[in-house]
Each structure stands twice: as structure tokens, then as C-alpha cells.
């Protein structure tokens, strides 16, 4: 068993080499990758199975984190809500706290939520689309 604690949200700035920033207080990362299934069952399939066949590949990744409106990897001027705000493509990593493992994978903010219950901390929530295969490091 290993613990998820120190596990990274990174975001790359597009220069060559590429230089990935923390993204800041991030609590939770939760990757889903996805694949289309092809149905190919006819009147010979074996047995009155269904056949079928793997598709396309999809993914996303989900976080959440505590909301700071202020930090410059979450405001509008160079963070997360101005890469939303602009529909930007780029290479994002989760840096898993084991040996130095990280995925990378391009992709784009398909959800920005932030939360203001009158409880509890600002928080966020999003979620990035894969626009590409991830590349395990």
C-alpha cells in the first residue's frame, strides 16, 4: 500500500523544455480514463454471446482543492480560471509522491468551480478533458 499524501497537480508553462508549477492546495486528484466499446455481435456470435471490441480512449481528471482567488496558479491573470476563460490546450502532471512517478497528459479545463459555503473554506472543484494519450514518467 502506498499514501496519496504529497501527490502534485502540476501545470506546464508550453516552453521547451517544458516547466511544470504547482498548482496550489490541491486535496484531491482523480484520474478517469475511458474506452468505447464496439459491438460486433451477429447471428454466429458463440454461444448467444455478445462479441465486442475496444474503441476510442477517453479521459479526464477530476480535483478538488481549497480556493485561493489571489494565488497566481488559480486567478484570472495567469492561472486556472484564465486558462478556462481562454480554452487553452496544455500539458498538465500528477507527480505521485512514489518514486517520482508522474503522468502526463494535454488537456484542457472543461470545469472551474469555485465554492463559498457560509460554513466552511472557499473551495474548487474542476475538471481537465485528456485532448491526448497520457505519458506515464
Known amino acids: 500500500m502506498e499514501v496519496a499524501f504529497g501527490t502534485l497537480l502540476k501545470r506546464g508553462d508550453g516552453a521547451v523544455p517544458e516547466v511544470f508549477t ?21 447471428h454466429s456470435s458463440p454461444g448467444g454471446w455478445k462479441q465486442f471490441k475496444p474503441g476510442l480512449k477517453e479521459g479526464e481528471i477530476a480535483f478538488e482543492g481549497n480556493y485561493l482567488p489571489t494565488d497566481p496558479t488559480h486567478n484570472a491573470a ?34 472551474f ?24 514518467e
Open 22 to 42: 504547482t498548482i496550489a492546495e490541491i486535496v484531491s486528484v482523480e484520474p478517469s480514463l475511458t474506452k468505447d466499446e464496439i459491438e460486433g455481435t451477429n
Open 78 to 111: 495567469n492561472g486556472l480560471l484564465k486558462d478556462f476563460n481562454d480554452g487553452v490546450i496544455r500539458n498538465h502532471q500528477i507527480v505521485f509522491p512514489v518514486g517520482g512517478v508522474a503522468w502526463i497528459f494535454p488537456s484542457f479545463l472543461r470545469e
Open 113 to 136: 468551480n469555485p465554492a463559498a459555503p457560509v460554513e466552511d473554506k472557499l473551495g474548487l472543484a474542476g475538471t481537465f478533458r485528456l485532448t491526448g494519450q497520457p505519458t506515464l
